[in-house]
């Protein structure tokens, strides 16, 4: 029967064996096809999903930065109006500020500049700590912008400028020194204006951070401003700043990706995909300054927009950002699948692994957009939502919630001493025991690094202060137990939301971050954590 099949009809049986095994072929191709389009997708989507949360992270953290500098810029004000007799040596004064620069360490100069723009009063912070300059080394300023602009403004208004490179003697200071000046009018006990006070923050600080949340991107994360020059750069960190040099330079995001600007410029937060690579962007404006400052100050801001961007290009390999094009999708497919076209009846078992490893990676991307994977703590992104969404479901008459900011004590010492991995014990640690002492509708956020937000739904001040206390006593179990090489220690400050106050969440956070730091001074002079 197979030689007669074999000699008279071999034709249709070859056209038959063809047909079939074309057919099969096919459906086993547009399978591995899908497969590689599912997986490509869900790895974009974790990538889109990471991007989107990271950019909003940077952009939560400068907004809450700026406005907690104008807050330090009217307590500078403050010690000049109670303290300042308007004599010749303002040694007082200049010791409240050199011990407040020491406490902060995020200010180069705090200074007050007369009518004229001297100079009187000048304190300069360096790697030693803060010292007062002497009167022959202060300077005029009075044709500075900052200065001019401020001088002008009336009680009660705070002058904000824009990011650039400090001037000293009408050069750009060397090694460059990235600042943004706070300065507003002073006006003694009888209502005259003296003058001025400038704090000159460091925008390193704020740019470092920036830098530590950028090392997660999948690809390259910018922040440019208000005429899309660099201010930060993660790949190339030689195209920052060309404004201060030439401000006619052409180092600019613009003149790199016109048609993007154009779209990015336009204001709000979103995505791109263009030829060059995929955009993800937001838009920092500041008008959130004049609100979220404190009572009676008028912030107006000279900053202009900032844009914060994260950059994928578009020839980066496959396996950093997987390609959505039809046809490098199924080359890849093909040669990676070749060897099963000789075993079709596994076809069903590649289609249940295709359905299990879709789903098991939709689960992951849920998590992991949603936790922080080393603490099983929310995120900052989705932790903050949430918070968020619970404070605008609070009314008047059922308003019940108190915040609790933390910070573990000396984990850059462990990290440093120990090695990560002892941070790392640190870390959980911390999380699992504040999560194990607190009730179930409670829950923790990382924010990120050593911070954490522990938010105590229905209970007020006092009574969060007792489970923090229940918290504080597991900790000290811990240290006396298990004798470990190092302690741990936990900075807090808890702050309680008012609903018939209209209290706005962003203030109740910093309110709570005061308090902590409050705390962090108290403890880091009278605790060690590495045991000896």
């Known amino acids: 029967m197979i030689k007669k099949i074999l000699v008279q009809d071999s034709k249709p049986f070859l056209l038959s064996l063809l047909f079939v095994f ?9 399978a591995t096809v899908l497969i590689q389009v599912e997986s490509n997708r869900v790895k974009r989507m974790e990538i889109d999903i990471s991007e989107r949360g990271l950019i909003a992270s940077e952009e939560y953290f400068v907004n809450y930065k700026i406005n907690r500098l104008t807050s330090d810029l009217q307590f500078i004000n403050d ?41 009187m009063i000048r304190v300069d912070y ?16 009075k044709d500075r912008y900052y200065f001019q602009k401020t001088i002008e403004m009336d009680m009660g208004q705070t002058y904000i400028s824009p990011l650039d490179l400090n001037v000293e003697n009408d050069a750009i200071e060397l090694p ?48 440019l401003n208000n005429d899309s020059f660099w201010l930060y750069h993660s790949k190339a960190s030689y195209k920052e700043w060309a404004f201060a040099y030439n401000p006619n330079s052409t180092v600019k995001f613009s003149d790199y990706y016109a048609k993007e600007w154009g779209m990015i410029s336009s204001g709000g937060s979103g995505t791109l995909t263009t030829e060059n690579g995929y955009f993800n962007y937001t838009t920092i404006t500041f008008d959130s300054v004049p609100a979220s400052a404190p009572s009676g100050i008028d912030a107006f801001c000279n900053i202009g927009n900032w844009y914060i961007v994260s950059f994928i290009p ?73 918070l968020a969404d619970l404070y605008k479901s609070l009314s008047k008459n059922n308003c019940s919630m108190s915040i609790c900011f933390i910070d573990v004590n000396g ?48 209970i007020d001040e006092e009574q969060a202060e ?20 190092y302690l741990i220690s936990v900075s807090h400050g808890i702050e309680m939301l008012n609903c018939t106050l209209n209290q706005m969440l962003d203030n109740v956070l910093n309110q709570a971050d005061v308090k902590m730091y409050e705390e962090k001074r108290r403890i880091k002079s009278n605790v060690h954590i590495i045991r000896e």
């Not at 300042?84 to 620069?101: E, Q, R, V």
């Not at 360096?126 to 300023?141: I, M, T, V």
């Open 314 to 386: 578009s020839g980066i390999d496959a396996e950093t950002y997987p390609s959505s094009d039809f046809g490098s999708l199924a080359l890849a497919a093909f040669h990676q699948y070749a060897i099963f076209y000789l075993t079709i009846l596994l076809f069903s078992l590649v289609l249940a692994g295709f359905i299990t490893s879709s789903r098991m990676k939709s689960r992951q991307v849920k998590f992991f957009s949603e936790y922080d994977v080393m603490t099983g703590a929310y995120n900052r992104h989705s932790g903050i939502d949430k």
């Open 466 to 485: 007792n489970a923090w206390n229940r918290i504080v006593a597991e900790f000290e179990t811990i240290n006396s137990t298990e004798q470990r090489k």
């Open 22 to 30: 074309l057919a099969t072929s096919l459906l086993f191709f547009l």
């Open 79 to 119: 010690t000049m109006v109670l303290n300042g007799s308007l004599d010749d040596s303002w040694s007082h004064i200049a010791a409240l500020w050199c011990a407040y620069s020491n406490s902060r360490k995020v200010y180069d100069q705090i200074r007050f500049l007369n009518s004229q723009g001297d100079e």
């Open 411 to 458: 984990l850059k010492q462990v990290n440093d001493t120990l090695g990560h991995e002892a941070g790392d014990a640190l870390i959980i640690t911390v999380a699992k025991t504040i999560r194990t002492h607190i009730r179930d509708n409670d829950f923790l956020i990382r924010l990120g690094g050593d911070e954490f937000l522990i938010v105590f739904l229905g």
């Open 176 to 223: 460059i020194n990235p600042v943004i000046r706070f300065a507003q009018p002073y006006f003694d006990q009888n209502g005259v204006k003296q003058g001025i006070v400038v704090l000159n923050y460091s925008a390193s600080d704020i740019l470092s951070q920036i830098k530590s949340i950028a090392t997660s991107s999948f690809g390259e994360v910018y922040l």
């Open 126 to 141: 360096s790697e030693d700590g803060a010292f007062a300059l002497p009167k022959e080394k202060l300077q005029n300023k």
